[in-house]
Structures are given as structure tokens and as C-alpha cells.
């Protein structure tokens, strides 16, 4: 295993927390509601619709920044336009379809294998550990506390506590004061290559993406220091 550094900034969710892998089984089982209450409901026709709306909310800066501090309203304004598409006028049901999706969301999600073992043997070395997540705050810390993750943690921002968040150099420079870590001394690690790696990096930070579906860099130009699978692989791999 490579020298460990003096701090490492760690993202939350789908690098610590698995919060991705049952997105379509969250969303089958939610429109299932929907099959049941409109009989001429087409399933392959609504789960599309719902896909190109959510790839449009998100493509959005500004419409990424807002919603993800509230995900339980965009999902429902999702919906509702979902089903204005479809021609569905029932606005309890679409509500009812995006709540029961969060609801789903939240109780399968669940820690990666062997993540707090990582965290644990960081923390017997000596590593100073920094948490760095974007989101409402009361989501987010119902995360940290359901696992129990603070304690592995000397400091941890959350945007809807903070003010702002990634990829806003404060938040990076925010933890790295509180670590008492200098940017050369220091890696930053997550699922979100830009907001994660590359923006720290511009700090001078230690930049590791968890590529956890094998997307690869597909030729861009932008390369962080080093690609792992899992956030695992810092302990359990050379560098």
C-alpha cells in the first residue's frame, strides 16, 4: 500500500454509501402504482418519460443545485410533469409515486462492503478524515447518523449546513483548515469527478475518482491522479 497522507476528504453518497445500484428497481416498484390505478397505462412508455425528465432537470447547473437540497419536491415536480406529458391527470398519484420512490431511495441504500473497515484502519494510521457531501442537510445527516459515520470523521461539511457546497473551493478549503492539513497533504476521493477530484485538485489536493461502474475517462483531457472501483481500494491496493 502507498504512504497514506496527513488527511483524506471523503464524499458520502456512492462512494461510502451505495445510494445508486437500485435506482431501477426503486422506480419499478414505485410505478407499479400506477399499473394498478390506470389500467391503459403503458409501463415502458412512463418509466422513458420519467427518464428524459429526470435527464433534463439534471442537465441543469442551477436546476441541480436547488433540487438536490430538496430531492423529495424535485422528484414530485418531476412527476407532476411526467404525467402532464402522459396525459395522466392525477396529480395525488404521481405524488404518491414519488414518495413511495424516496421512501425506497432511503431503505435500500446501504454502506458499501468492507467501507467502514477502510475507515477504521485510515483512522489506525493516524489519518486525519474530512466528509464532504452535497445535499439538505437533514437528508444527509439522517445518512451519517442511520450508519454511524460521524465518529470516523475529525470534520464534516454538508451543504445545506455550510452555505454552499461542491465544487465550491470553501468547502475543500473549509476542511482542509479543521484537518490541519496542507493541500499537498491531503487527497480528496468521490464518485463525481468534477466535483469531487477535479475541483480539489485545482487546489493542489490528491485527486481519486471511484469509478464504480467502469465508465472509464471516454478521452477526455481532465485526469485525476488515479481511478479506483471502490473507495476500498485506497487501503487494499497500491497507489
Not at 410505478?31 to 403503458?42: I, K, M
Not at 414530485?76 to 414518495?99: K, M, S
Request: aromatic share 6%.
Amino acid at each position: 500500500m502507498t504512504n497514506l497522507p496527513r488527511a483524506i476528504l471523503i464524499d458520502l453518497d456512492d462512494t461510502l454509501l451505495d445510494d445508486t445500484s437500485n435506482v431501477d428497481a426503486c422506480w419499478t416498484d414505485a410505478c407499479a402504482l400506477a399499473e394498478a390505478r390506470v389500467p391503459d397505462v403503458n409501463p415502458a412508455r412512463l418509466r422513458a418519460v420519467i427518464d428524459e425528465q429526470n435527464s433534463w432537470f439534471w442537465s441543469d447547473p442551477q436546476r441541480h443545485r436547488s433540487g438536490r437540497l430538496d430531492l423529495r419536491r424535485n422528484t414530485r415536480t418531476v412527476l407532476d410533469q411526467v404525467f402532464a406529458r402522459l396525459g395522466i391527470d392525477d396529480a395525488g398519484l404521481a405524488h404518491e409515486i414519488a414518495e413511495t420512490y424516496r421512501d425506497l431511495r432511503e431503505e435500500r441504500s446501504a454502506l458499501f462492503p468492507r467501507a467502514t473497515a477502510a475507515l477504521d484502519h485510515l483512522r489506525a494510521q493516524g489519518v486525519h478524515l474530512g466528509m464532504m457531501t452535497n445535499g439538505a442537510a437533514d437528508a444527509q445527516r439522517a445518512k451519517i447518523d442511520r450508519f454511524d459515520l460521524a465518529r470516523y470523521f475529525d470534520h464534516i461539511v454538508i451543504e445545506g449546513e455550510f452555505g454552499s457546497g461542491k465544487p465550491d473551493r470553501r468547502v475543500f478549503e473549509t476542511l482542509l483548515s479543521a484537518l490541519g492539513a496542507a493541500p499537498e497533504d491531503a487527497w480528496a476521493i468521490g464518485d463525481n469527478l468534477e466535483f469531487d477530484v477535479l475541483a480539489p485538485m485545482q487546489l493542489g489536493l490528491h485527486g481519486i475518482w471511484v469509478d464504480g461502474q467502469g465508465k472509464g475517462l471516454d478521452g477526455r483531457p481532465d485526469r485525476p491522479h488515479r481511478i479506483v472501483s471502490a473507495f476500498t481500494e485506497i487501503v487494499e491496493s497500491p497507489g
